[in-house]
Structure formats: C-alpha cells, structure tokens
C-alpha cells in the first residue's frame, strides 16, 4: 500500500478477530504460509460500479492484508467481454482509493488468457476435459438436478487427439459462437452439480476492451479464477458465500493445472441491506430503464452513488466493520448505515442554517437597515473548526413548520402570542399574521424582538421552549435541495407478487426537489462534495453539479437516529 493510504487506514481498524483471520493464523502457525507473506486480492468484474457490498469485500481483502502486512492486488476479471468496458475499469479504481486504499499490483485476467489457454491443452493431454457439441438446453437436461446424477455427454469419450484439434481450431475461430464448449472431465454424478463437467471455455466472438478481436474463445470465471490466483501468488482468496460450492472446482483446477502455488479459497457472508438491490445487473437495468438519473445518483447503493449523496470513507468502512465479518448471510439494518455517517458527519461537518420551506418574518420593532453579523461556532463539537460571521436583519425567513396559527398543546415553536428564541440572536413574539384575502393563506408574519436577549438569553431569567433556525431575507441565497429516501418500498426488493419482479416495487416518493430554498451567505462558497449539517433538518452535501450561480444540496441523512435508540435498548 502506498504512504499516503498507510497515513489514511492504521492497522488498528483490523486488530479484531474474525473466523477468517483465524484460519490465517491457522495457516501461520502449521507453517503453510510464511510470515508477512500474506497476500490476498480484489477482483471485480468491469461489467458496472462498485456498491456497497463490494465495499465490504475491498475492506476484508485489503483489511486483511493491512493487518498482515502482506499484498492486496486489484484484479479485473475481465473474462466476459460482451458485458464489460472501460468506464467500469476506471470507476472501480476511483471507488478504490476513494475508501482509503492502494493496491500493491493492478492486473487483469486478459493478462493470463494465454496462460489459461495453454493449461487447457494440459488438462486434455491428461484426459481430464473435452470438446462438447452438446447446445445448452441439451447440457442442461445432461446435467441432472439436486436429487438425480447428471448422464455423460455423448462427445465426453473423444480421443485427446480430437479433442486437441477441436480446441485448437475453437480457437482459430472455425466454429460458430455457442456450438461447441470445452469441458472439464471430472464426475457427472457428484452430488455437487458445479462438479458436473462444467464448463471451462466457450466461443464467444466479443470484442475485448484490452485484447481487442485477438481471442473469440474465452475463460469461464471457475476456471480463470484459481489460475490467475496461482499465477499472482495469493495465498488466500477471499469470496463471498456464494462460492462456497465452487470450492470444489476451485480446488480441482489448482491441483489439475500444474502450477506451483496452492491459495487457498475462504468464503464470508455478503452483505443484504435492507431496501436496497445488490444485484449489478439489476442495477444495470435501472439505469438502462431511467428508474435513476445514472450509476451515481444518491438513491443507488453504489459507492459513487453514496459519495454524491454525502457519505465519506470513513463512514462506510466503519460500517463494514461494524456489520463484522460472518458465515452466514443475513440481512443488515440500513439505520445502521445512516448511524455511521451521522456519527461521522457530527464531529467533522460544519453547521449552517438553511431555510427549506421559507416563510417571511418582519420584526417591526428592528431598525430599518440595520444589520448585526453574529460571530457563530461552525461545529460545537470540534472547537478548532472556527467560527463564521452570520448576518441578522429586519426581515428573516423561518421554516413554515416552525409556525402554526392555531397550535396543539406542547408545540413549542411559533404561533400568535408566543416567544421563541432565534438561535444565536434574539427573542421574538408573533404579533400579527398577514395572509392572502382571497385565498386564507399565510404571506408573513409580523412580530417584535427583545434587545436585551441579545444572544440568545434575556437578562430578566424567563425561558422559552422554542429554538428556531433562520436566514436574513436580504443575505439569503437561493438554493435546490434534494430529500432522498429508500428506492424501494420492501426491506427485500425482490419479495414481490406473482408475475411482478423487483422494479414494482420502487418507490415512488424515493425523490423529493426543493427548489426555493434559502441558506445562509456562507454557503455560497460551497464546493462540490462540501458536507454541512442543516441545523435541525438533518446532513447535507454540495451536489457535483452545484456552482455558484445554483447550489443544489443533497440530504445525505436525517438527524434522526433510530440505530443509536436500538443499540442502547439492545
């Protein structure tokens, strides 16, 4: 790893144990791995963004390899070109560095094809794969079910000689995509059905996004995998659950290929978050379909997508802590994301005052054109943030729900009569309430001040129950600002109705546009990605589109949170 991610990412973050550090210890211990030999890899497919389920798995690869003091390699398993292409390539590097790591190599299954290609031609020589002409609904009824054996395929007995013509014409491209497939030999009746002369090569002319047109057959992702292992020295490859049951395979190509190296495969639980669709390709689809203004829209569960609504590094890789690592899937709370961001934000990000729902207040009693600058802490919780100058006029704007006209018992907020206090400023009554003749509604309210509560406190002791955000109406700034909540209505997208799939369940309220907001005159500095607290509404991030002449924010979280209530209880 790089200085720069070592200075970002202490090994302290991976100090705690978990089953797969154990079994490394294991290893250690026996003598099976040699110390500070470590070295483990992440391996995405270039075929969409990263989300944050590939979050977790870059935490443990690269986490354990902090630990270690071993390796991590950035791997791209670029094995199925027909899906795959080069903004994902250079996505999937952004989103990694983003979250505070480095990669010791970067390497890419296209560099092994060759490689690849020649254990293949071993594996025949050996007798142990052949060259199927079987089409794929005929390979499928072959192939038995859980609770049947599978039969052998008709071409299974060819000679090794046949079989390395075939595969090597496969090659040279004189058959057609998908009329023949090269097979590993191994048993069409074990009771693992990925042990059923899967296949390991098929024909598939696709333009490659580094190999070009050079190669029209190509890897299967169980046979590629364990080889380009070997080739990088991993000594252990880190997968989700999933492929606990290729782990048969996984082993059988490593010991069958005649390469040196031995990894070893450990699988971990994924990660399911609530209300949130995990799958690339569904993910894909929505794009595709304008369910989403693109992989980075805040909404999405992509890395990109959690950058741009506001979440930071650290907020994510706690919470890949946090969630631990287990062998046995499960779904995880999203309160417990929206917990780490909110922890993170509180100490690091300043606080503003913003005005969502504006509504105008004239303090009759203020004198014309004056106007105060109050010197105000920019994080209570991190004194050396500073402060700011916030400037206070005759006219204010106040959040319309901070008003009622005839108000319920405890609402301590502003109604006719009453007094609240203006945080950092003064006192103020409602005296008068103006409204639209024809239609009843609110324009303005019209109320006075106390000069001797200047700052917040009066001199004569009485108390108020009520602390109102505001901006001064003369230097507000116009602002948009996006509400953002689940894009789905489940906790698991994919329980729908028959015939339904998962898209009838998005939410149609997932989006929510303010378009005449006010903030305060410091906002108006904002870059994109800059990160505030809305004082009493909640965290908030400067979009990527947002300038000067238009800020647009988006509601990274509520203040609200739920998780911390649950984990006192708990």
Request: aromatic share 10%; with cysteine; net charge negative.
């Given at each position: 790893?790089?200085?720069?991610?070592?200075?970002?990412?202490?090994?302290?973050e991976?100090?705690?144990?978990?089953?797969?550090?154990?079994?490394?210890?294991?290893?250690?211990?026996?003598?099976?791995?040699?110390?500070n030999?470590?070295?483990?890899?992440?391996?995405?497919?270039?075929?969409?963004y990263?989300h944050?389920?590939?979050?977790?798995?870059?935490?443990?690869?690269?986490g354990?390899a902090?630990?270690?003091?071993?390796?991590?390699?950035?791997?791209?398993?670029?094995?199925?070109?027909?899906?795959?292409?080069?903004?994902?390539?250079?996505?999937?590097?952004?989103?990694?560095?983003?979250?505070?790591?480095?990669?010791?190599?970067?390497?890419?299954?296209?560099?092994?094809?060759?490689?690849?290609?020649?254990?293949?031609?071993?594996?025949?020589?050996?007798?142990?794969?052949?060259?199927?002409?079987?089409?794929?609904?005929?390979?499928?009824?072959?192939?038995?079910?859980?609770?049947s054996?599978?039969?052998?395929?008709?071409y299974?007995?060819?000679?090794?000689?046949?079989?390395?013509?075939?595969?090597?014409?496969?090659?040279?491209?004189?058959?057609?995509?998908?009329?023949?497939v090269?097979?590993?030999?191994?048993?069409?009746?074990?009771?693992?059905?990925?042990?059923?002369?899967?296949?390991?090569?098929?024909i598939?002319?696709?333009?490659?996004?580094?190999?070009?047109?050079?190669?029209?057959?190509?890897?299967?992702?169980d046979?590629?995998?364990?080889?380009?292992?070997?080739?990088?020295?991993?000594?252990?490859?880190?997968?989700?659950?999933?492929?606990?049951?290729?782990?048969?395979?996984?082993?059988?190509?490593?010991?069958?290929?005649?390469?040196?190296?031995?990894?070893?495969?450990?699988?971990?639980?994924?990660?399911?978050?609530?209300?949130?669709?995990?799958?690339?390709?569904?993910?894909?689809?929505?794009?595709?379909?304008n369910?989403?203004?693109?992989?980075?829209d805040?909404?999405?569960?992509t890395?990109?997508?959690?950058?741009?609504?506001?979440?930071?590094?650290?907020?994510?890789?706690?919470?890949?802590?946090?969630?631990?690592?287990?062998?046995?899937?499960?779904?995880?709370?999203?309160?417990?994301?929206?917990?780490?961001i909110?922890?993170?934000?509180?100490?690091?990000?300043?606080r503003?005052?913003?005005?969502?729902?504006?509504?105008?207040?004239?303090?009759?009693?203020?004198?014309?054109?004056?106007?105060?600058?109050?010197?105000?802490?920019?994080?209570?919780?991190?004194?050396?943030?500073?402060?700011?100058?916030?400037?206070?006029?005759?006219?204010?704007?106040?959040?319309?729900e901070?008003?009622?006209?005839?108000?319920?018992?405890?609402?301590?907020?502003?109604?006719?009569?009453?007094?609240?206090?203006?945080?950092?400023?003064?006192?103020?009554?409602?005296?008068?309430?103006?409204?639209?003749?024809?239609t009843?509604?609110?324009?303005?309210?019209?109320?006075?001040?106390?000069?001797?509560?200047?700052?917040?406190?009066?001199?004569?002791?009485?108390?108020?129950?009520?602390?109102l955000?505001?901006?001064?109406?003369?230097?507000?700034?116009?602002?948009?600002?996006?509400?953002y909540?689940?894009?789905f209505?489940?906790?698991?997208p994919?329980?729908?109705?028959?015939?339904?799939?998962?898209?009838?369940n998005?939410?149609?309220?997932?989006?929510?546009?303010?378009?005449?907001?006010?903030?305060?005159?410091?906002?108006?500095?904002?870059?994109?990605?800059?990160?505030?607290?809305?004082?009493?509404?909640?965290?908030?991030?400067?979009?990527?589109?947002?300038s000067?002449?238009?800020l647009?924010?988006?509601r990274?979280?509520?203040?609200?949170?739920?998780?911390?209530?649950?984990?006192?209880?708990?």
């Open positions: 790893m790089s200085e720069e991610t070592k200075n970002d990412i202490s090994n302290e991976y100090v705690s144990s978990n089953f797969i550090y154990d079994l490394i210890d294991e290893d250690l211990a026996a003598g099976r791995v040699p110390n030999e470590i070295h483990t890899r992440f391996p995405p497919e270039p075929n969409g990263l944050i389920g590939h979050a977790k798995a870059i935490c443990i690869d690269f354990t902090l630990k270690y003091g071993g390796k991590c390699n950035l791997r791209f398993d670029d094995t199925n070109p027909s899906k795959e292409d080069v903004e994902y390539v250079e996505s999937i590097q952004e989103d990694v560095k983003w979250l505070g790591f480095n990669w010791d190599n970067l390497f890419y299954a296209s560099d092994y094809f060759e490689t690849m290609y020649e254990c293949a031609v071993k594996l025949i020589k050996k007798g142990l794969a052949f060259v199927c002409d079987l089409t794929a609904e005929e390979m499928r009824e072959y192939r038995g079910t859980l609770t054996p599978g039969k052998n395929s008709p299974r007995d060819r000679s090794i000689e046949e079989n390395l013509d075939l595969f090597e014409r496969m090659r040279k491209g004189e058959f057609a995509d998908g009329s023949k090269l097979r590993a030999k191994i048993d069409m009746s074990s009771p693992n059905i990925n042990m059923r002369d899967p296949v390991i090569y098929r598939a002319r696709a333009h490659h996004h580094r190999t070009g047109d050079k190669w029209c057959i190509y890897p299967m992702y046979y590629a995998h364990p080889i380009e292992d070997i080739i990088e020295g991993i000594t252990h490859s880190l997968c989700s659950l999933e492929f606990e049951d290729h782990r048969p395979l996984y082993d059988w190509v490593k010991e069958n290929v005649d390469l040196p190296a031995k990894p070893r495969q450990i699988e971990f639980a994924r990660l399911n978050l609530a209300y949130t669709q995990m799958s690339k390709r569904k993910l894909l689809q929505l794009v595709n379909e369910y989403v203004s693109g992989w980075d805040p909404r999405m569960p890395i990109s997508g959690l950058r741009r609504r506001g979440y930071t590094p650290a907020s994510i890789r706690t919470f890949c802590e946090k969630i631990g690592v287990a062998k046995n899937n499960s779904m995880v709370d999203y309160a417990l994301l929206e917990h780490c909110r922890e993170d934000l509180n100490a690091n990000a300043p503003v005052m913003a005005v969502l729902n504006p509504l105008k207040v004239v303090i009759e009693n203020y004198p014309e054109g004056q106007v105060e600058w109050f010197d105000v802490e920019n994080n209570p919780e991190c004194p050396e943030m500073g402060t700011r100058k916030v400037p206070f006029s005759r006219e204010i704007y106040i959040e319309q901070d008003f009622m006209e005839n108000p319920p018992k405890k609402f301590f907020r502003l109604a006719p009569g009453t007094e609240v206090r203006l945080k950092n400023t003064y006192f103020i009554k409602c005296e008068r309430v103006i409204k639209d003749e024809a009843g509604k609110i324009l303005e309210l019209r109320c006075s001040y106390d000069p001797a509560s200047k700052g917040g406190n009066s001199p004569d002791g009485r108390k108020v129950k009520g602390t955000h505001w901006v001064s109406v003369e230097h507000a700034v116009k602002a948009e600002v996006r509400l909540d689940h894009l209505t489940k906790i698991d994919e329980d729908v109705e028959e015939g339904h799939d998962f898209r009838s998005i939410n149609p309220n997932s989006l929510e546009i303010l378009e005449n907001c006010m903030v305060e005159p410091s906002l108006i500095n904002s870059k994109p990605g800059d990160r505030f607290q809305f004082l009493r509404m909640g965290y908030f991030c400067a979009d990527i589109t947002s000067e002449n238009k647009i924010f988006n990274t979280v509520g203040l609200k949170d739920t998780w911390a209530k649950v984990a006192v209880k708990g």
